[in-house]
Structures are given as C-alpha cells and as structure tokens.
C-alpha cells in the first residue's frame, strides 16, 4: 500500500470532540467552517491562498458580517476537509488508497487548482494516483472500492473509468509477467530463504494460474464488477473459459446458498439483479466455455427469483449446447407454481428437444456411420444424453403427480438410436410402475412396450422375467429372447461373441425354422433324448446363474422363469406331432399357461407381421 506526506510544519489541530481548532501561538483563528456535524476554527489567510471557492464564500460572509461559513454536501465529509486544510497550513498530509479519492473530490470543491497556487492539492494528488496508485494491483482495487460513497464527483473526475482501465489492463496481462502478489488467498511473491549458514536466496515463483485476477474483484459490488468484466472482455484478450470461471466464482460469492435466503423479501430483488447481471456477463459463445453444472445452477435460480424471460431463454440456449455434460442432480430443478410436479418436467422436455434437434441437424450433415463403433465414437454425447435422461425418468418416476403423458413423452423425446442399453430405462419404467399401481392394464402394456427387451442385459432380464409388476406379454418377450440368446450360446460355443450377439437378433419364425427345419423331425430331438435317459433341457444349463464371465458361454434364466418357458417350448414342440404329451394337454394347462401360450401366438404373429411389412 502506497502513502504519500505533504507538508512539514510543526502546527496541529485539535480535536476537540465536534470541534477541531488549529492550535497556534502566533494567531487567534478569524474564520469557522462548518463541515456536517464538525465544527473548524481556522486562519483566513492560509486557507484563502490555496482554495479558490473559499476566497468566495468567505468575501460573501464578509458582506453579511460574518465569520461563519458551512460547507453544504461536502465529498468526503470532515475527514476529507481535514486533510486539504492540514495542506494549506503546510503541514503533514498523509494519503493512501483508502482516502486519496475523498481528499481528491474535497480539493476539486474547494478548487485547489494550480491557477491559485502552484503544486496545489490537486496536483499532487494526481501525481500520487498516476505514479503510485494505478500502477498497484491492488490499490486499484481499494480506490475503486471506495469511489462508491463520493459519486458523481468521482465519476466526473474519471476516478472510477481509470480505477476500471488500470484493472482491466492487468488482467490481461501474461501470467509470465505477474510478481506481485495477486489475491489475498494464493501469494505469489518471491520469498526468501534462510539457510543454516545465514545466507537468503530467493524462493522458487509459482506458477500463476490465468485466473489469477478472479478472487479479487468478487469483492467489488455487481455495478462495478459489471463495468470490470465489460472492460475485460472489450480487451479482447481473455479466454471465454476464463470469464466464465470468474463469473461462476462471483456467484458462489453472492448468490446465497439456501431457497430461503434467495426468495427472501429482503434480498430477493438484489439476488434477481445480481443474476442477472451475471447472465448478461456470460461468453459470446453463449456459454460454451461455462460448465454446464454452472448454468443449470443459473436456471433454478433464475426459476427461484422470478428472472425476466430473457435471461431464463439465454440460459436455456446455452444448456441445451451442453447438455451432455449434465449430471442427474443438475437437471432436479424445483417445478414452479401452478406445476403439480416436484420437478420442472417440462424444462427438461424442452432442454431435451433443442439438444435433439441440434445433434440431429449436425447428424445430417455428416456421413453416416459404417458400424456401432463409429456410431458410438461419433455419437457419444448422443449416448450421454439417452443415459442422463434415463436415470432423470427413474428420479420423476417417484412422483405421484407426474402423469404417464408426461412420463411417455420425455421417454420418447430420446430416440431409440441413443439407448443402445434398457437397463436403466426398465429401472425407471419399473419405478414408475410401483409408485403409480393404479394403472389400468392398457396403459401397463403401452408404456412397457417402449421398451426394447432385445436390449436388457442378462441381469436386467433375469429380474424382469420375475418381475410381477410387467404385463404377462412383457414377461414372455423377455422370457423368448432369453431362451434364444441361451441357445445361440450354446450353438456357438466355439464361435466369437459377436456371431453369438447376431444370432439373436434372430426373429421367432427364424428361430424355429433354423431349429426345426422339418415338421416331422418336431418330436424327435424330445423323444430320442428321452429314451437316452437324458434331460432334454440339459444344454440349457450348461452355465451357472450369476456367471460373471458373458463371453465364456450361455447363461440361464432364475429356474421359475425357465420352467414357465420349458412348459410352453414343450406345448409349442408336441402340438406340432403326432402325439401330444399329456403334460401339456388342454385338459392338464392351467389358466396361467394358456394365458402364457396365447400370449406368445399372439407375440409371434405381430412380430411376423412386423418382419413381413419390412421386407
């Protein structure tokens, strides 16, 4: 910090409760100034001889007979008068960033100019701003500080516009270059090293982040932070991630953490303001280079404070660039009166389609992929949207109030392109199915037929082939394609996996035909194994449940769920034949195997139907 002495006389003043009396064994004081509650007995003649409005204020008391003169609206009040009076009696003056802009607005309204005097207030003053102050990082910031308490005078004496100019030069600066000590919590100046023998040398510098500048002006009110970053971002010389990391700093800062505090009467107008300022602040790029967690955090909070519709749209444009890059947690934002919802459902619809429509217009423009690896290398922020909307669906999915319109609709505002794994959409339509048990049947079968059970890994198809909460004509696809994908493992022991992976992509109908290719060779493989001794489901339980190996071979269904489906492969086999087994008679099924069995016909005819519509 910089200080600056004027004057050498011996003379005091005394302070004398609201009084101040300049003590002199010489002369009786001839004039009292009065400067709001403080009351100065002084000397005319050294006053009169440095400042120019008191030679008028004085000749105009001396009209009216007296000797009293107050001092209405003086910048800086007593303290500031004190400091131009102790320099026209030559004595001591001290300044330093935290009264030199006072002391430099009270000599401007006493015009201590050099037309009076030469080497006048003034001027020096200017001298100690231009030499000293401005050329200090942090000085700049402290006389900016404090230029807030003595508009306009600072403003029209261009205080403020250079305090905002020195900064903003600084910040610019190579981080190379930096050697002072930049912020208050991370020093980097040269320290010295004492060694046992007495010697010092100089401490190793560290290396200067380029956001070395951001911790300091978040002690700066938005007005002038606002006027600081304009500055910086006029120079044309500061990375976008830069700004955006000194502003997501600033409103860590400012904005309170807690919804009270922020919705709160006494601070919600000046929360609404400081938002957003800050929104207006972002990168031209419209936020590219801010994370994406920053600006959902901006979005609820412009939700909270009721920010203007432009803000909320800006923010929404800049989200949806980077949707990919959210979090769950980011996209739980508070629904808003009237919303019934726990969550804005209907903001994350609309984050969700403008994301969709961007990477599918991008999508167009280039060439389609050759295969699933250069889908998935090309497409990967496609992919990362279709999970983090899927494990959103399972968090709404708890709520009663979230209809199954709404549910359906995001589900489907993600295309089928970009889930290449059900897992974690089956979680979510199961959730959805246990916490609104009121469902009729119809809409059950609808919303879990928007699910690909061709695309459930072994552990999530193993639990929902148990699951009592899918329709049955679920739990027999999911049954079905199980039962295939463990035979084409067997069938392809010693074959890669991805010959394994094809096979069952296979249709029912494919299936059959490649199985049982004639239909007088049905009954054989059952009957010949039974006269074997053998188990004619044996090669189905060649690998334990719970295998963690996928690729060493096939692997089971829980032992229910197998032998609902051993059943209906029986039925299907020998109804075929000439003989049918009495275990799967029409007298001996039970009414949950019918129901199982025509819901596998009626599974099969669609799926045939749908095959024969493709081709």
């Known amino acids: 910090m910089k200080f600056m002495k004027l004057g050498s006389k011996p003379d005091t003043f005394q302070d004398q409760g ?86 430099r607005c009270a000599a401007e309204y006493l015009e201590m100019t050099e037309e009076v005097d030469r080497g006048n207030l003034i001027f020096k003053i200017e001298v100690f701003l231009n030499s000293s102050v401005f050329r200090s990082w942090k000085d700049s910031i402290i006389v900016l500080q404090t230029t807030k308490s003595l508009r306009p005078w600072s403003e029209d004496l261009k205080v403020v516009g250079r305090c905002i100019d020195s900064i903003a030069s600084k910040t610019s600066m190579d981080p190379l270059s930096i050697t002072w000590s930049y912020t208050y919590n991370r020093k980097v100046a040269v320290s010295d090293k004492i060694t046992e023998v007495g010697m010092k040398f100089p401490g190793k510098l560290e290396s200067v982040p380029k956001d070395w500048w951001v911790e300091d002006i978040c002690e700066l009110e938005i007005d002038l932070y606002k006027r600081v970053m304009v500055a910086v971002k006029s120079k044309g010389r500061m990375d976008g991630s830069v700004i955006g990391e000194a502003l997501r700093t ?77 979090s769950v947690n980011d996209l739980l934002i508070p629904a808003r009166s009237p919303q019934i919802t726990v969550y804005d459902v209907e903001l994350v619809k609309c984050l969700v389609n403008r994301f969709m429509a961007r990477e599918r217009s991008s999508r167009d423009k280039n060439i389609p992929p050759k295969s ?131 096979s069952t992509r296979m249709t029912e109908k494919e299936y059959w035909q490649k199985t049982l290719p004639e239909k007088q060779n049905v009954s054989k493989p059952s009957s010949e194994i039974k006269k074997k001794g053998e188990d004619p489901h044996k090669n189905m339980k060649l690998v334990k449940k719970g295998s963690k190996n996928r690729n060493s071979g096939p692997q089971l269904m829980p032992s229910r769920s197998r032998r609902i489906f051993d059943k209906l492969f029986i039925g299907k086999v020998s109804g075929n034949g000439e003989n049918r087994s009495s275990e799967t008679s029409g007298s001996s099924q039970s009414p949950t195997l019918r129901i199982i069995q025509r819901e596998m016909k009626s599974f099969c005819a669609s799926s045939r139907n749908r095959r024969n519509s493709i081709s």
Not at 20 to 41: C, H, M
């Open 250 to 326: 600033y409103a860590m800062r400012w904005l309170p953490d807690s919804i009270e505090a922020l919705v709160s009467e006494a601070h919600s107008i000046r929360n609404k303001s400081l938002l957003e300022t800050i929104i207006c602040l972002l990168p031209s790029d419209r936020g590219v280079t801010c994370s994406c967690s920053f600006l959902l955090k901006l979005l609820k909070v412009a939700i909270l404070v009721g920010a203007d519709d432009s803000s909320r749209d800006e923010l929404v444009r800049s989200i949806s660039l980077k949707l990919d890059e959210a």
């Open 372 to 502: 699933t690896n250069d889908f998935i290398l090309g497409h990967a922020s496609w992919l990362k949207v279709g999970k983090l909307i899927d494990g959103y669906l399972a968090e709404i999915a708890r709520d009663p109030n979230v209809s199954l319109s709404i549910f359906i609709e995001l589900l489907q505002s993600i295309p089928d392109s970009a889930r290449l794994i059900h897992d974690a959409l089956y979680e979510a339509i199961d959730i959805y199915l246990q916490e609104h048990s009121s469902l009729t049947k119809a809409e059950k079968k609808h919303l879990c037929s928007l699910m690909d059970v061709r695309k459930l890994t072994m552990d999530a198809s193993m639990h929902a082939a148990q699951n009592e909460r899918l329709p049955l004509r679920t739990v027999v696809q999911v049954l079905f394609f199980e039962q295939i994908r463990a035979a084409a493992g067997v069938q392809t022991l010693n074959h890669r996996n991805t010959d394994a992976v094809d």
């Open 18 to 103: 609201k009084s101040i009396r300049y003590v002199s064994s010489e002369l009786a004081t001839d004039v009292t100034i009065i400067v709001g509650e403080v009351i100065f007995y002084l000397h005319k003649f050294p006053l009169l001889s440095m400042s120019n409005r008191l030679q008028k204020l004085v000749s105009k008391a001396n009209e009216e007979n007296s000797d009293v003169i107050q001092l209405v609206d003086f910048p800086g009040g007593p303290k500031a008068f004190e400091i131009c009076a102790k320099f026209c009696y030559g004595m001591t003056v001290t300044l330093n960033p935290y009264n030199v802009v006072a002391a």
